[in-house]
């Protein structure tokens, strides 16, 4: 089946620090999505992505939907503590498609 | 504050009890899902409801019984579960857009579920 490839399992940054986290796979999606869950809550969603090339930013993270449709990037810039958490990528194939999900990356952040 | 609803947040019980978890959204969606998230594994989706009407199970085994009585309501129904049935139950809804269900959900926090 398909499957979205995060690593590794943990980041550990100093707070002011950017970081990036990529999301692949060996199948080509067509939505690309990046959530978050902080600890004892759902996953929120940051960022979806629609158009293979695209750069999108919300506050200070930006996504990019890998030309090739099969990766995609998260980074986060001069991160703070609240950016502690799972970060999940997901990928949907087409229209009604379920999604598939990676594993998170979980972010640590020292002050 | 994400719109959607879960109780209970916690649920521990027993391989005979028969419980029941339910999920509110108030975002006016009309899809609504039920994921497992088990640690180090993907969010493992269980069930999809379009409308009321159940358009995926996952091979979810029958000891799962979801129930969708409208639009803003879904219960998942646990009957005779195993302790590897343990983990956190998500519920999520999602709006239809131009007859596409966008893969933009709107999570609940959760009820994590341990069955002893």
């Known amino acids: 089946g398909q499957q979205l490839n995060q690593s590794p399992q943990s980041m550990f940054i100093q707070e002011g620090e950017d970081v990036s986290m990529n999301c692949t796979s060996s199948?080509?999606?067509?939505?690309w999505l990046w959530y978050k869950q902080d600890p004892g809550e759902g996953p929120v969603l940051l960022i979806a992505?629609?158009?293979?090339?695209e750069l999108t930013s919300n506050g200070r993270l930006t996504a990019q939907f890998g030309i090739t449709r099969k990766d995609s990037f998260l980074n986060i810039s001069a991160s703070i503590p609240s950016d502690v958490g799972i970060y999940f990528c997901?990928?949907?194939?087409?229209?009604?498609?379920?999604?598939?999900f990676g594993k998170g990356i979980t972010l640590s952040v020292r002050p | 504050e994400t719109g959607v609803t879960q109780t209970p947040r916690h649920l521990v019980m027993g391989m005979t009890n028969k419980k029941s978890l339910k999920c509110e959204q108030h975002?006016?969606?009309?899809?609504m899902y039920w994921y497992k998230q088990s640690a180090k594994k993907p969010l493992e989706l269980m069930f999809v409801?379009?409308?009321?009407?159940?358009?995926e199970n996952n091979s979810v085994p029958s000891r799962f019984s979801p129930e969708c009585p409208n639009s803003s309501h879904l219960f998942l129904h646990l009957h005779t579960l195993q302790p590897e049935d343990s983990a956190l139950y998500l519920c999520?809804?999602?709006?239809?857009?131009?007859?596409?269900?966008?893969?933009?959900?709107?999570f609940g926090e959760g009820s994590r579920l341990t069955v002893l």
């Open positions: 999520a809804s999602s709006r239809k857009s131009g007859g596409t269900n966008t893969g933009e959900l709107f």
């Open positions: 199948s080509i999606f067509n939505t």
């Open positions: 992505l629609y158009k293979a090339g």
């Open positions: 997901a990928g949907q194939t087409g229209a009604n498609s379920k999604l598939t």
């Open positions: 975002l006016g969606h009309n899809a």
């Open positions: 409801y379009n409308f009321k009407e159940q358009t």
